[in-house]
């Protein structure tokens, strides 16, 4: 059965498909780019609204007939669930982020299927979708609910049957391609992309192991990590100031735009030139610059640092061998990155590779899309996995209050790094006052070991669940709750009535939390505030 890998991207998304591979480790097969004529790198995550034309998406939104500029949406897995203000003609328009989304997947899957249909006489709604590891398991699980919206143009719903975080895939892709007959390899992937920064340690066993319900997995994803807002548009933010300054120029609404592409075109010339000359049409006249690499790098020495800093942060807090460390998305190409991780970690001088940037994430994916076995699952268990174990990153709790106190505190449920998919174990609590239902908070930790009385310094809200009990429960009614993460990052809340035999299981109302990464991470490297508008 065939399976599209989709790395969808904050610039530019990716599907492909991969036949004739192991069915059990996934190693081998022939992979194939699914991407229509002249997108070699990729189909642009972009929506265009305009009243006057409509909607666009993919490559038809970047094209000289989606103007204005001011239109187009990009970095979309930044705003989930957020809106934007569109004027047009004096008139005010509020665009989704989230229908965005689902139209650029709907774009992706249906362009694949038709190269599908023309090069090997199939179609299919199944795809198997990475994300960023910085996205919590309420992120996740919307991104999966919006894949899920789109149909295929027969009407078909398309189906994610597998998830996968962005660097893991990549390293997934690496350990199949070129580990095939080794012991046992650890990879570091460091990924840079147009809008994230992730990081992930993954580890493969050629003759596998059992993970606790007796499944064998050949890959271990031990851990993952990022930072939800450096990408590649930020070190073009960095250039955007350097040539306004440069220019010596207060850009119009238009040239704002004209300068933001000139910045992403310059930071990538840049990648292999000293030296950059760009133009700027003003009023008739070019003005011209001249921007050195050299310049260019210092301006983003702290930023880069940042993603330094968090790639030693996770090396100190893993104490096996690293074999391998991977630079994979497209703003690892500047040749800073790979100079910089080489000085800041010099026993990995010889070990570094830059692997597939603008490929290995949707050639890990649809590698690794797996389908569970056909079984009936309709009695609430969770399915058991494939052969990849993925763990949780952060401790998942429900927040309570101390007995006969306003005192807030995290009952941790799920331990950050429990293998998927998991359920925990009932826990008892008691209601303060006479109820026919509950509202649970789901807590989510920032960090590792948070202190679970500092709710909002370590924690974010990822979702509350109405629990409906049916009846009025007397005061003092004690009830059991349990949270169940699947193996696609799916979670969702259980609870029933304490000390009753066989007790049904509450009905819950889930309502999803902080999903938008945009604005919420306060940087710490020092962007000068001009009139750069992020084309999102």
């Given at each position: 059965m065939a399976v599209i890998g989709l790395d969808f991207g904050n610039y530019n998304s990716f599907p492909c498909y991969i036949s004739d591979f192991n069915a059990e480790t996934r190693i081998g097969g022939h992979v194939h780019d699914l991407l229509p004529f002249g997108q070699s790198d990729g189909i642009p995550s972009v929506y265009f609204y305009s009243k006057k034309i409509g909607e666009l998406v993919g490559e038809n939104a970047v094209r000289q007939r989606a103007r204005p500029l001011n239109n187009r949406m990009r970095y979309l897995k930044r705003h989930l669930s957020q809106n934007r203000l569109i004027t047009e003609d004096g008139e005010t328009y509020r665009v989704s982020a989230d229908k965005a989304i689902t139209m650029v997947i709907e774009h992706c899957v249906r362009s694949a299927n038709k190269q599908l249909k023309e090069g090997y006489g199939v179609t299919t709604s199944d795809i198997s979708l990475s994300y960023p590891a910085t996205y919590t398991s309420a992120q996740r699980q919307r991104l999966i609910e919006l894949a899920q919206n789109a149909t295929l143009e027969d009407g078909r719903k398309i189906k994610v049957i597998g998830t996968i975080a962005e660097p893991a895939a990549a390293a997934l892709d690496y350990l199949s391609e070129f580990e095939k007959e080794s012991?046992?390899?650890?990879?570091?992937?460091?990924?840079?992309?147009?809008?994230?920064?992730?990081?992930?340690?993954?580890?493969?066993?050629?003759?596998?192991?059992?993970?606790?319900?007796?499944?064998?997995?050949?890959?271990?994803?031990?851990?993952?990590?990022?930072?939800?807002?450096?990408?590649?548009?930020?070190?073009?933010?960095?250039?955007?100031?350097?040539?306004?300054?440069k220019f010596g120029i207060t850009p119009t609404p238009v040239q704002k735009n004209v300068l933001r592409n000139t910045a992403e075109r310059t930071k990538i010339e840049l990648s292999s030139e000293e030296v950059s000359e760009p133009t700027l049409e003003m009023n008739g006249d070019y003005l011209e610059a001249r921007v050195t690499r050299e310049e260019f790098e210092k301006a983003s020495s702290a930023?880069?640092?940042?993603?330094?800093?968090?790639?030693?942060?996770?090396?100190?807090?893993?104490?096996?061998?690293?074999?391998?460390?991977?630079?994979?998305?497209?703003?690892?190409?500047?040749?800073?990155?790979?100079?910089?991780?080489?000085?800041?970690?010099p026993q990995y001088k010889d070990k570094i590779k830059i692997y597939r940037p603008n490929r290995a994430i949707a050639y890990g994916a649809a590698r690794y899309g797996t389908v569970e076995e056909d079984r009936d699952l309709s009695n609430g268990s969770l399915p058991t996995g494939g052969m990849i174990q993925k763990r949780t990153e952060h401790d998942i709790g429900i927040r309570f209050y101390y007995s006969n106190s306003d005192r807030q505190y995290i009952d941790t449920y799920i331990p950050a790094g429990s293998p998927l998919p998991v359920e925990s174990k009932f826990s008892r609590s008691t209601l303060r006052e006479a109820s026919s239902s509950s509202i649970f908070h789901v807590f989510e930790a920032k960090k590792n070991n948070p202190d679970k009385h500092k709710i909002d310094e370590d924690y974010t809200e990822i979702m509350s669940v109405k629990l409906e009990f049916g009846e009025l429960l007397p005061k003092d009614s004690e009830n059991e709750t349990r949270l169940l993460l699947d193996k696609l990052g799916a979670l969702r809340v259980e609870a029933r009535r304490a000390n009753i035999p066989n007790a049904a299981i509450f009905e819950n109302h889930c309502t999803l939390k902080n999903l938008a990464t945009s604005g919420v991470e306060q940087t710490d490297y020092t962007v000068e505030q001009t009139d750069y508008t992020e084309e999102w």
């Open positions: 012991d046992e390899t650890t990879a570091l992937v460091y990924d840079l992309g147009g809008g994230t920064f992730d990081l992930a340690i993954v580890t493969a066993y050629p003759k596998g192991r059992k993970n606790s319900k007796g499944n064998t997995y050949y890959y271990d994803i031990v851990k993952t990590s990022g930072i939800a807002n450096v990408g590649g548009v930020d070190f073009d933010k960095l250039l955007y100031n350097i040539l306004v300054k930023l880069l640092m940042k993603t330094i800093n968090a790639m030693r942060d996770m090396i100190n807090s893993y104490n096996g061998r690293i074999d391998y460390v991977l630079l994979t998305g497209g703003a690892s190409q500047m040749p800073m990155v790979e100079r910089q991780v080489k000085t800041s970690f």
